[in-house]
């Protein structure tokens, strides 16, 4: 019996899975380096930091193309560890983020941490059939000859057959198998 929630179907679901693995990853490497209240998620903003100094929260979100939200979220996580400061911008509506004498401590891991997952991922990379690299180059490539949007937009306007990984080859969801 096929389940009902198009979610369980979802293309995105393995993906999703297999990143936070990769995350915990990252995660295991701190606690068997004794890296303490850090989470994988802070790398990014503590590297871009360390390299261009104090930033407004809106600024260090566009640094590091993620969302404002996203970016306000992991700096409020970062200052309850003591990693980074903030206070007032130039205006009343901005934060300025600034390391901490501990955050600029963990710099050097966190930067010897990223060149080896880089690493280990183009290890893994190499070891695919179809590289992830080569996978997203080909991706952005159909996309840019017809948007995501657009595709949406068709199978809303005109639904055809079910989508989904199940509609080609078994998956699973909590009821296991679906075909």
């Known amino acids: 019996m096929t389940n009902a929630d198009p979610t369980y179907d979802s293309y995105w679901r393995p993906l999703r899975a297999v990143q936070q693995e990769m995350e915990e990853s990252i995660a295991q490497v701190y606690a068997e380096r004794e890296v303490v209240g850090v989470r994988p998620r802070f790398a990014y903003p503590l590297i871009r930091l ?7 929260i809106r600024d260090l979100a566009e640094s590091l193309e993620m969302t404002h939200s ?3 979220q992991t700096v409020t996580a970062m200052r309850r560890e003591g990693l980074v400061d903030t206070s007032p911008g130039p205006d009343a509506r901005t934060r300025v983020v600034v390391l901490t004498a501990k955050g600029r401590g963990l710099v050097p891991f966190l930067e010897a941490e990223w060149r080896a997952t880089e690493g280990a991922a183009a290890e893994l990379d190499a070891e695919l059939a179809v590289g ?3 996978f997203v180059a080909a991706l952005r490539e159909r996309l840019a000859e017809r948007s995501f949007t657009e595709r949406i937009a068709a199978r809303l306007d005109h639904p055809g057959p079910r989508a989904g990984r199940d509609a080609t080859a078994g998956s699973s969801g909590p009821e296991g198998p679906t075909t």
Do not use: K, N
């Open 132 to 134: 992830l690299a080569e």
């Open 50 to 56: 360390a390299h261009t100094g104090p930033l407004t």
């Open 70 to 72: 996203a970016v306000s």
